[in-house]
């Protein structure tokens, strides 16, 4: 019931900047969780990072320092802003919201289609 689109992927040569957008549309008014999470061919799927929407943010040690993620709880809306980009940062990068209903305490986890972001070295 909850359609997240991405936004922002592209190629980037190393050091550069990008900046990825989530817009969150559907049957949720708050959503209590929203980030982005990364997969690169032949991995696993990870946490990039989190905001809650109380502002509360976590990011995986490999991207801390140089991602930034921002929520806006009025348009539920996600950015993540990506400096110093890396080879490494290569991957489909897909927005999640998570959390529960406040209907009937449910929990949810919804996904977007993904971005590919690629970094060149």
């Known amino acids: 019931q909850v359609q997240l689109v991405e936004s922002g992927g592209g190629l980037v040569q190393a050091g550069g900047s990008l900046t990825l957008s989530c817009a969150a549309s559907g049957s949720i008014f708050s959503i209590d969780s929203m980030g982005w999470y990364r997969q690169a061919p032949g991995k696993q799927r990870e946490l990039v990072a989190t905001?809650?929407?109380?502002?509360?943010?976590n990011y995986a040690n490999s991207v801390k320092g140089r991602f930034t993620i921002s929520r806006d709880n009025a348009k539920n809306t996600v950015n993540l802003q990506m400096g110093s980009l890396k080879p490494e940062d290569t991957a489909v990068y897909y927005c999640?919201?998570?959390?529960?209903?406040?209907?009937?305490?449910?929990?949810?986890?919804?996904w977007g289609q993904g971005t590919l972001v690629t970094v060149s070295s």
């Open positions: 905001v809650t929407k109380g502002g509360y943010t």
């Open positions: 999640n919201a998570a959390g529960v209903y406040t209907v009937d305490l449910r929990g949810y986890d919804y």
